[in-house]
């Protein structure tokens, strides 16, 4: 049988990342060597502090670091202008940050359609795609809402909509069930790992959330800024989740 490796989506090599100069520096990541790979969920694991934000949000293109090197969806990010990270965001990347970063000016649906609005994607379909997350997400009759007028976890589910509804090649998730019960974080997990299965995306999600384990196809240890473990987790048959806990959303009617 012949079996070909895939191609990574993010290759990262000696990253290294300092925050501030001199005495008061702090050295967030030690030369990090990492390939995510498509069509998987890599997890991302490791004490308060070891530098987990500060690497996906290198990985996302919001942080530069201070040396080595990021290839994510097939570009240099250290070549790369702040106008060229912004469009490279844009259209490749969706994020799930630790704090949710939603707009509280703008409506749920408003605020999952963000990303669709600034790649410019047609108003008609652009609507059909958001409505069809909020129906995945639980939350299809809250679209008008505004978010203080939502819980803590329908915020979280929103953003997680967010990261997905321009359907990125990269997503990258801060701790994306921490709000969330049991059977709503495990929803969300199927959500974005059939997304990443499903489109062949990256999906590198940081947590601490043991339930999220389940769905992991590799757990990536960091500590005090190093990788210092890596390990594939066996998946039967051909790296599906057992039948009867895996849910295929429908097709996606997003361009
Ligand atoms: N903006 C900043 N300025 C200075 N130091 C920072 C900054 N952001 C992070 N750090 C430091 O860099 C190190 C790594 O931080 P980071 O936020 O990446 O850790 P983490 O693994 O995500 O932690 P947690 O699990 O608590 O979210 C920490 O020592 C932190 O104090
Ligand atoms: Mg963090």
Avoid: W
């Avoid at 490279?88 to 939603?102: E, P």
């Avoid at 967010?162 to 990258?172: E, F, G, L, T």
């Amino acid at each position: 049988m012949i079996t070909t490796t895939p191609i990574p989506l993010v290759t990262c090599r000696g990253v290294t990342r300092t925050y501030g100069s001199g005495e008061g520096a702090t050295t967030a990541l030690r030369g990090v060597d990492l390939d995510v790979l498509p069509g998987e969920l890599t997890l991302l694991v490791g004490p308060s502090g070891c530098g987990k934000t500060t690497l996906i949000s290198i990985i996302a293109g919001i942080l530069k670091p201070t040396a080595g090197s990021v290839k994510a969806a097939d570009q240099n990010l250290g070549f790369m202008t702040e106008r060229s990270l912004a469009a490279f965001r844009a259209q490749h990347v969706g994020i799930v940050f630790q704090q949710f970063n939603l707009i509280p000016t703008l409506t749920a649906a408003e605020n999952v359609a963000v990303p669709l609005t600034i790649n410019r994607r047609p108003p008609k379909p652009s609507r059909t795609a958001v409505q069809h997350l909020l129906n995945e997400i639980g939350l299809g009759d809250r679209g008008g809402a505004f978010p203080s007028q939502l819980s803590g976890g329908q915020q979280q589910r929103l953003s997680i909509a967010r990261a997905i509804v321009h359907q990125p090649r990269i997503v990258v998730c801060d701790e994306p069930t921490s709000a969330l019960d049991q059977q709503t974080g495990r929803n969300v997990m199927q959500l974005l790992r059939a997304h990443a299965v499903q489109q062949n995306r990256a999906l590198l999600v940081v947590t601490h959330d043991q339930r999220i384990f389940e769905f992991a196809d590799r757990v990536v240890h960091l500590e005090d800024g190093r990788v210092t473990g890596d390990e594939r987790i066996q998946r039967t048959p051909a790296g599906s989740l057992p039948q009867s806990e895996y849910v295929a959303p429908s097709q996606s009617p997003c361009p």
